[in-house]
């Protein structure tokens, strides 16, 4: 068994703690000026961020990629070395414990005011702390809000351990004031879409290969990239991710933990942006007025959040048998070099294999449970039934091993009703029956204006149910392989299986090859549930299976009918070719007229991430081909080959066969 | 094996040697020459070597137990004890250090391995002659050298010294004694024409030759292979040990390659010459032994290693004598065939006569040492000094653990300045800020004569001083080199503990000295936890050699067993991961040690397949029916 399985199978009961608690009852300001001692045993003594930053311009890697540019460009290499000094200004940090002392009486006050607790597993931290002194630590968190930002920085400050570094995107550093004590909180910057600027690239490389190599702090970043409007984690973004694995793959670090964290909330602060950017608003951008403006935002009730350190990964165990550190050895190791097969393959692995442990670590509040029950009743439903199959579903996933914060000894009714008023924007109640908040659309406006609205409503509720659409996406491709297949041969039905994951490979994230691990994975729950029988190479469902697995199916529906949209959509347009701008601004009003007709009843067709993610899967099923020309990024469709997906999608012709290949 | 003790002894005789006995035994060793050369002329093919078994010769006689131990390191008047007070020495007359007492070694022993001087591992008191296999005997051969007067034996304890080098496992079994496979026969060639005699015949009868020079392999190369069923026979060289010719006007000496380090440079110095070459184990290695293992010496700053030092060779081979056809200092006519040679590990045949490059025995040597804050910054220097071609004859640098390792060492009673007292002054006063954790120590080997070596003493201390180096005086430096000549003894001592150790040795880049010392040392921490072993090892590197792109590591690695059920499968484990470690960061499989039996599952990865298809169509060319069948290196 290789090692990222040993990782998946770690005990995944955590005990949490309140750290909030003995913050509303002693003072935040001692708490701001406690002792703070960085524990590290690591041998190097501590070197000062302009020795960091020095050692990083005067790297024998960017000397190489100085020279290349200055001969590229044909401008001096003292201009070249000047401009690598600016990027790396604007970039780097400049962590100072007085600043995080600072922060840490400022967020003390704000979290409470916030949250009503904030959990942590205290056991992760210990965890955390071992990995600190035995190896450079990557601290790998999702991103769900800009609460994340800060929150790792605060507890670590709490529990005495390294302050991180933390990556974040610059148009936070424009925000006055904000950006300079972010920059002192140990953040650094980096420009979005940096993509073919090479001194760019080699300079932050080398920032964060050196912050590790030096083990100057703990380097946290999101392998998301960037803040999951969806609330559903994002297919990894892996420039950074080659960048921390490079030390040790070059013999420069013994080894190297990987961190996965996993911070859910119970209500998510800027909910109500979320819907309205996935629709195509573009987000107010982050400015310091932005901020205090949001300042409403902290009467608000958010309920509480939960931080899971998971358990550190060892680079060097993971990469064992898949990764030849020898590669490197008759290159000098500062050349630049493109990442071979092998490693390009495994960072894609891993940050894959990180995500999903975020997954697996993700507490679920009750309300998720709800709004994944409302997603399948969109015309509202009886309170007593929302409560009784809320139940039912607590009970599915903690079999399927999600953790559930759903609190003991107290009654379900008021577990219930506790989640319905914390999200009075998202529900109301109308007598027995619960019905989604939706904002009445003026009178006289458009028919699309309501139908805007309605979607506003149905992906704000659709967000929190993707809060825990991991735990049943594998076994709900299981299901959907089980109404679409033929006959109920485990041949057939992997093959269906196996084509849904590719499908939906960036809508739920799943890990390269392990498609038969998790086939059998997805099997054996459904089977341990009593939902299916296998017998004889045949799966079939059991009679009590069948509420389910049609429920499962009913929770992916939206996005296999959305898919369908999708295909219909491209397939109806007559052009050779068309930009994804082209893409999202046709797509939605062909939506829109078929919302209007009643004909589709998704909504998260509207969705843009839905929709930028079946274009990714049609490039990878090689339905669409994807060129770049003059910095555009152009597709062209193969009718026929998005026909036949639909066709399959559908039920009506079978995937080609695969080779089955168990473990 | 090229790691391990010099001679001290002998090294104290030379300054003694400036009497008129050295004339006279020169005029002595010309007569021997003459009769040498007489000797090879009788049409009988009877050696005049074969006679020569004279232990006032030779440091080693050819009966070796009566004066190497069977199942330990170097001389049986020598060896390490804790006395009833529990200070260590070294008993004997032999080396510099014996009969000294050293007060630190017992605390630090326990210390670093939590070992306890009331556990004891001891060894069985001696070879039980019948636990030896009974030889497998080839009649008609036996016969036939009987005839050709070569002499030789099958006596048990001969043949189990002849079975083994010093890789740790073998020396442990021997301690357990445990005995394997062990030649069935061991022979005594007396110069080249009985080499030739004995290859036509192994040829002629099929059976196993195993040639045997110094036995101080470390690379599992002297192990008879299990899958052998033929007559297995160990020809020992160690009466080939004349010194045939000195030619004086080209600097070169023709020697025959049975004779050992410290017989060649005693013999040479009584001609005012020496050849430099000094790996450390030269009290018992062989010249034959270097060539075949590609051998590296101390001093090779100075002198070269071995290939820089072979003018000439002559080998047996089961095709015939393979040389050159004159002693040009270079020549271009295809690939080198003293490199098909060097190297070969004795899967090719015997190495008889070389001839060597000589020089006049130094006028000056000067020791000298530098304690560095960190080994970070001792690297460095070591990198500048072969950068700036400066290097000393010899120049290694200690990490912490040695540092504290040879402090350990220190006698009792204050002949020098202790270390760690004149440390304490450097920096209690003045240099504040060396962390006696982490500070390490350059020890550094002047030679030549004396303003060369003033200047270039002074070059290097202003190098060091570069890197926060300071001047630790010559006697640090003298101690550093002690080190090194008793450290195989030193494993003996630990093995009566249940501590067991080994070193081990590589080449990198300059560039990945650092990486690989790290990761290396902690790999080995961390497999050693990961399978059990209570107490941390001892896990440290030095770097020995410096080139001009990159330099020589050597690693030590010791742990207390006690308590563990097989031990010596962990060893291998650990050694194993270790070596897997050294060729991820870019080391290579051996500097020079060799490969023998034990490194040659890397052997293809090393050199490519292609590679390793040319040495083997060498070897299917020289020797088809395998008749040096060690199965080393392919």
């Known amino acids: 068994m290789d090692s990222s399985a040993q990782y998946l199978m770690l005990s995944r009961r955590e005990d949490f703690r309140d750290i909030l608690e003995e913050r509303r009852t002693s003072s935040d300001l001692s708490h701001a000026l406690k002792s703070f001692t960085r524990m590290s045993s690591r041998a190097s003594p501590p070197c000062s961020v302009s020795t960091l930053n020095k050692t990083v311009l005067e790297s024998q890697h960017l000397h190489y990629i100085m020279q290349e540019v200055s001969k590229d460009t044909g401008e001096p290499l003292e201009a070249i070395r000047e401009e690598a000094a600016g990027i790396l200004e604007e970039m780097s940090q400049n962590l100072q414990l007085g600043y995080i002392r600072f922060l840490g009486f400022i967020l003390s006050k704000v979290f409470k005011r916030l949250f009503r607790k904030i959990n942590v597993n205290e056991e992760g931290l210990q965890r955390l702390q071992q990995a600190m002194q035995e190896s450079p630590v990557v601290l790998m968190p999702n991103h769900r809000s800009y609460v994340d930002f800060l929150v790792l920085s605060y507890l670590l400050f709490t529990y005495d351990l390294s302050i991180p570094v933390i990556a974040a995107g610059i148009p936070l550093m424009g925000m006055q004031l904000i950006g300079e004590i972010l920059r002192r909180s140990g953040a650094f910057f980096i420009r979005r879409s940096i993509g073919t600027d090479k001194l760019y690239w080699a300079v932050l490389s080398e920032y964060v290969k050196t912050i590790l190599r030096k083990d100057f702090a703990p380097v946290e970043f999101y392998v998301e990239g960037l803040r999951s409007r969806t609330l559903k984690s994002l297919p990894p973004k892996l420039g950074m991710m080659h960048m921390v694995l490079e030390p040790f793959f070059k013999g420069e670090v013994y080894d190297i933990s990987l961190v996965p964290i996993s911070i859910s909330y119970d209500r998510v602060v800027e909910e109500s942006l979320l819907a309205y950017e996935i629709l195509g608003v573009p987000k107010p951008k982050e400015t310091t007025m932005g901020l205090l403006k949001a300042r409403k935002v902290m009467d608000e009730d958010y309920g509480n959040m939960h931080v899971c350190f998971g358990h550190p990964l060892s680079v060097r165990d993971l990469a064992k048998g898949k990764v030849n550190r020898k590669q490197y050895n008759l290159i000098p190791r500062d050349l630049p070099m493109k990442p071979s097969e092998s490693i390009h393959a495994f960072a894609n692995t891993t940050a894959h294999l990180v995500l999903r442990l975020q997954q697996d670590n993700m507490v679920l509040s009750p309300w998720s449970l709800m709004a994944t029950i409302l997603m399948q009743n969109l015309g509202g439903i009886n309170l007593k039934l929302l409560t009784k199959q809320t139940v039912w579903l607590k009970w599915l996933v903690l079999d399927f091993g999600a953790l559930v914060d759903w609190p003991v000894q107290v009654a379900d009714s008021e577990v219930m009703s506790s989640g319905l008023s914390l999200h009075h924007s998202v529900v109301r109640c109308e007598g027995d029956q619960v019905l989604l908040a939706e904002q009445k659309p003026q009178r006289g406006a458009a028919p699309e204006e309501a139908v805007f609205r309605r979607a506003v409503a149905v992906l704000m509720c659709a967000s929190y149910r993707n809060q825990a659409l991991h735990v049943l996406a594998s076994p709900a491709m299981l299901s959907v392989a089980l109404s679409l297949a033929a006959a109920s041969s485990r041949a057939d039905i992997y093959n269906l299986y196996a084509f849904l994951r590719e499908m939906f490979y960036n809508e739920f994230i799943f890990i390269p090859d392990r498609t038969g691990q998790d086939f059998e994975e997805a099997c054996s729950l459904l089977q341990k549930c009593g939902t299916v029988q296998i017998i004889n190479q045949n799966i079939m469902v059991t009679d009590k299976g069948l509420s389910v697995t049609s429920f499962l199916t009913a929770a992916v529906e939206p996005f296999i009918d959305a898919y369908q949209v999708i295909f219909r959509y491209i397939c109806s347009r007559s052009v050779q070719e068309f930009t994804e701008k082209q893409f999202i601004s046709g797509i939605r009003t062909f939506t829109l007229n078929l919302i209007l007709t009643g004909e589709v009843k998704s909504y998260d067709v509207l969705s843009s991430e839905t929709q930028k993610n079946a274009l990714a899967s049609l490039v990878r099923l090689n339905a669409l081909t994807k060129k770049k020309r003059e910095e555009q990024t152009y597709f062209s469709p193969n009718k026929a080959a998005i026909g036949r997906t639909a066709d399959i999608l559908a039920g009506k012709i079978a995937p080609q066969a695969r080779t089955y290949s168990r473990l | 094996m090229m790691g391990r003790g010099t001679a001290v002894g002998s090294r104290s005789g030379m300054a003694s040697d400036r009497s008129g006995y050295g004339r006279q035994r020169a005029a002595r060793q010309r007569l021997e020459v003459i009769s040498g050369h007489l000797g090879r002329q009788e049409a009988s093919g009877a050696c005049e070597g074969r006679q020569a078994d004279d232990v006032h010769r030779n440091a080693v006689p050819r009966r070796r137990q009566d004066v190497l131990k069977w199942n330990g390191w170097g001389f049986r008047d020598s060896k390490f004890l804790f006395n009833k007070k529990g200070l260590a020495e070294l008993t004997g007359k032999r080396y510099q250090l014996s009969g000294t007492l050293m007060p630190g070694l017992k605390d630090w022993f326990e210390g670093t391995f939590g070992a306890n001087l009331q556990h004891r591992s001891p060894a069985v008191p001696a070879l039980n002659p019948s636990v030896v296999p009974p030889p497998n005997l080839h009649a008609a051969f036996v016969e036939a050298l009987k005839e050709a007067t070569i002499p030789c034996t099958h006596e048990p304890e001969d043949r189990v010294f002849h079975s083994h080098g010093h890789c740790l496992h073998e020396i442990f079994a021997l301690r357990e004694g445990k005995i394997g496979r062990v030649p069935d026969l061991v022979v005594w060639p007396g110069c080249h024409a009985d080499v030739v005699r004995i290859v036509e015949l192994a040829c002629q009868h099929n059976v196993c030759l195993i040639p045997y020079g110094g036995g101080t392999s470390v690379s599992s190369a002297l192990q008879c292979p299990l899958e052998e069923s033929r007559c297995i026979i160990s020809v020992d060289t160690s009466q080939m040990n004349r010194i045939l010719w000195i030619d004086e006007k080209n600097l070169t000496a023709h020697v025959e390659a049975g004779i050992i380090g410290q017989d060649l440079e005693r013999l040479l110095r009584e001609h005012g010459y020496c050849t430099g070459h000094e790996p450390d184990s030269m009290e018992f290695s062989s010249l034959g032994g270097w060539v075949a293992t590609r051998a590296s010496g101390m001093k090779k700053n100075v002198y070269g290693n071995i290939e820089n030092l072979v003018v000439h060779i002559k080998m047996v081979t089961p095709c015939g004598v393979m040389e050159k056809s004159c002693q040009g200092p270079r020549i271009s006519a295809g690939p080198d065939i003293h490199h098909f040679i060097l190297g070969s590990e004795g899967t090719l045949g015997v190495v008889t006569e070389v001839t060597l490059k000589i020089r ?275």
């Open chain 2, 360 to 634: 006049p025995f130094p006028e000056y040597r000067k020791y000298g040492s530098v304690v560095f804050p960190s080994f970070e910054q001792g690297v460095s220097c070591l990198r500048e000094v072969a950068k700036q071609r400066c290097a000393p004859a010899s120049i290694r640098l200690m990490d912490n653990a040695q540092f504290h390792f040879g402090h350990a060492l220190r006698p009792q009673t204050s002949m020098f300045m202790s270390f760690l007292d004149g440390l304490k002054k450097f920096y209690i006063t003045k240099f504040k800020g060396f962390d006696p954790q982490r500070l390490c120590v350059a020890t550094l080997l002047f030679e030549g004569d004396q303003n060369h070596v003033l200047n270039q003493e002074q070059q290097v201390y202003d190098i060091a001083a570069q890197f926060g180096g300071l001047a630790a005086g010559e006697d640090n430096g003298q101690r550093g080199y002690l080190l090194t000549f008793i450290i195989a003894y030193l494993r003996d001592l630990g093995m009566e503990y249940y501590v067991i150790g080994e070193s081990f040795e590589t080449s990198v880049p300059w560039d990945r000295v650092l990486d690989l010392c790290r990761n290396v040392k902690e790999r080995i921490e961390r497999e050693c936890k990961d399978r059990g072993v209570q107490f941390p090892p001892l896990s440290t590197c030095r770097v020995t050699q410096i080139y001009d792109a990159g330099a020589c590591v050597y690693f030590y690695f010791a742990f207390n067993y006690r308590g563990l059920s097989d031990p010596m499968r962990l060893y291998e484990q650990v050694e194993h991961s270790a070596r897997e470690e050294i060729l991820a960061s870019g080391g290579s499989l051996s500097h020079h040690h060799g490969v023998g039996k034990l490194r040659k599952q890397w052997m293809q990865e090393t050199i490519s397949k292609v590679g390793l298809g040319m040495l083997r169509s060498v070897k299917e060319h020289l020797d088809p029916q395998n008749i040096f069948g060690n199965r080393n290196l392919l």
